[in-house]
């Protein structure tokens, strides 16, 4: 279904039954990276949605973290849900955190996985880039995501999907080029160090040890800001596999119950 905000039409899926959990990706993801959300999360209602700039959302010209922020609000809305618990993966917990920051009574709790309070240097050197070059035809989609896919997994995931005689996955369908970039400079536009939600809103940052796209540094940070609880995940990089801390997230959603 979609949820609309002014003149922006954001897909969103619903599956599922119980508290919400509502999951927003990083950049360069769809609503597709939480596919296996209802098998991990039985008892619960998963909620995603794809951002501006990617997926079946339908938007124009240049936008904001606040403009997704708030596209995840309008999606809570169309979907009658007073408040939820939420997961934001990378560029998806900035969205959460900004969105919790103006709207503090819509969240239950937060979960952010590779979180920060500013992208690394390195990381927006990388990043525009490949996407600068992509716009300009210098480059095509697969090149972009092997380059991400390098910095984002494990050497142990390569060294398992070696073994098993395949290549790291790749995105099935073609993306806009412009939607990715202006993804990218959403977040670097934004003053993440002002984006501090509130202490009534539970939190946890969960980090991968290996993560070389935004190091542990920047997790630990975030949660010594937040007055969060940490956990850092020692086999883990950037893009951590949901079942990696379903079980960690879901015992602390339970600390937050409805009431």
Same mark, same amino acid.
């Given at each position: ?53 990617i997926g079946n959302t339908v938007s124009s010209g240049a936008f904001s973290i606040s403009d997704m922020a708030e596209d995840a609000i309008a999606v809570m ?20 955190r900004k969105a919790a920051t103006v709207h503090p009574d819509r969240f239950r709790d937060m979960v952010l996985v590779g979180s920060y309070l500013e992208r ?57 080029? $412009? &939607?990715? +970039?202006?993804?990218?400079?959403? @977040? ?7 984006? =501090?939600?509130? !202490? ?17 540094? $920047? &997790?630990? +940070?975030?949660?010594?800001?937040? @007055? ?7 086999? =883990?990089?950037? !893009? ?18 409805? &009431?």
């Open positions: 279904m979609y949820a609309e905000n002014g003149e922006t039409r954001i897909y969103c899926e619903s599956k599922g039954d119980g508290e919400a959990i509502l999951f927003i990706s990083g950049l360069g993801a769809d609503h597709g990276f939480w596919s296996r959300s209802t098998e991990l999360f039985p008892g619960y209602r998963s909620v995603s949605m794809d951002n501006r700039g809305d169309a979907l009658d849900l007073d408040r939820v618990h939420v997961i934001g993966w990378s560029m998806g917990s900035i969205i959460a690394p240097a390195r990381t927006r050197y990388l990043l525009r880039g490949l996407f600068d070059s992509l716009c300009e035809g210098r480059t095509d989609q697969n090149t972009v995501f092997r380059t991400i896919n390098a910095f984002c997994l494990t050497e142990a995931r390569f060294r398992r999907y070696e073994s098993q005689g395949r290549d790291a996955p790749l995105p099935s369908e073609m993306f806009d080029p $412009e &939607g990715l +970039r202006m993804q990218m400079e959403a @977040g670097d536009s934004e003053d993440l160090c002002d984006v =501090q939600v509130p !202490r009534s809103v539970p939190a946890l940052v969960i980090h991968g040890a290996q993560d070389i796209m935004v190091p542990p540094s $920047e &997790g630990r +940070r975030t949660a010594v800001a937040m @007055g969060a609880e940490y956990v850092e995940l020692p086999d =883990q990089g950037h !893009r951590i596999p949901l079942s990696a801390y379903s079980q960690i997230a879901d015992r602390f959603f339970r600390t937050h119950p409805a &009431g």
